[in-house]
């Protein structure tokens, strides 16, 4: 099955993927996309993802909480004050300083699908797009998460929040293989095989 993407009516995060931060009121081609044979394309709160018969995954929409695998600076900064937690205010504030200085570096809006490089050159089936989390499912049935964390929606078995592509490891140490992945707003669903 090919999909052809086409994008309208959302809101102001580039989740359309048109390289602008407006409303459609009909549908519009992608056209960063035109030409790209596609298997699967997902939506989330604010951002959405497709895969093309390759198996390449594209992002594109907020990255607020790192849902796009792409460097976050809300997250970087959240992360900061985690890690420096029980230390001196001053190296708080020059950590946060850095990070200003560092701005060029973050991504807040993408409003072009960016390819996704996930490690090991894997190939996508699947992705899902939760309200601030992304799920991708390879051909070899393993699944990557990344994004919110808040609620373990991300399957690290922690609530962690992250702009990095991360294998779910009690997934692969069950033996399990995920056959399909659905992202909810604050929850991640597989359905799975046992070997």
Same mark, same amino acid.
């Given at each position: 099955?090919?999909? %052809? ?6 809101? #102001?995060?580039? +989740?359309?993927?048109?390289?602008? &931060?407006?409303?459609? !009121?009909?549908? #519009?081609? *992608? ?7 596609? =298997? ?16 390449? *995954? ?8 790192? +849902?796009?695998? *792409? ?24 950590? %946060?300083?850095?990070? @200003? ?15 996704l490089?996930? !490690? ?11 309200? %601030?989390?992304? @799920?991708?499912?390879? =051909?070899?049935?393993? &699944? ?7 609620y ?13 592509? =991360? #294998? ?8 399990? %293989? ?5 992202c ?5 669903y ?6």
């Open positions: 099955m090919t999909f %052809r993407n086409y994008n309208f009516l959302a809101f #102001r995060h580039g +989740q359309l993927g048109h390289g602008t &931060l407006e409303s459609e !009121p009909q549908p #519009r081609l *992608l056209e960063a996309l035109a030409g790209v044979a596609m =298997r699967a394309v997902a939506a989330g709160g604010w951002h959405s993802a497709s895969v093309s018969e390759a198996g390449d *995954l594209y992002v594109w929409g907020w990255n607020e909480s790192g +849902q796009l695998a *792409l460097p976050s600076k809300a997250l970087a900064e959240e992360q900061a004050q985690d890690e420096s937690a029980g230390t001196g205010d001053t190296e708080v504030t020059a950590h %946060r300083e850095q990070l @200003a200085a560092e701005d060029t570096a973050f991504i807040s809006i993408q409003g072009f699908p960016a390819l490089d996930l !490690p090991q050159e894997l190939e996508v089936s699947a992705v899902s797009c939760g309200s %601030r989390h992304t @799920a991708a499912l390879t =051909r070899d049935g393993q &699944l990557y998460t990344w994004g919110w964390g808040k373990g929606q991300l399957g690290h078995e922690d609530k962690a929040s992250s702009d990095q592509p =991360r #294998r779910v490891e009690a997934l692969v140490a069950a033996g399990l %293989r995920v056959e399909e992945v659905t909810g707003p604050w929850a991640t597989v359905c799975v095989l046992e070997p």
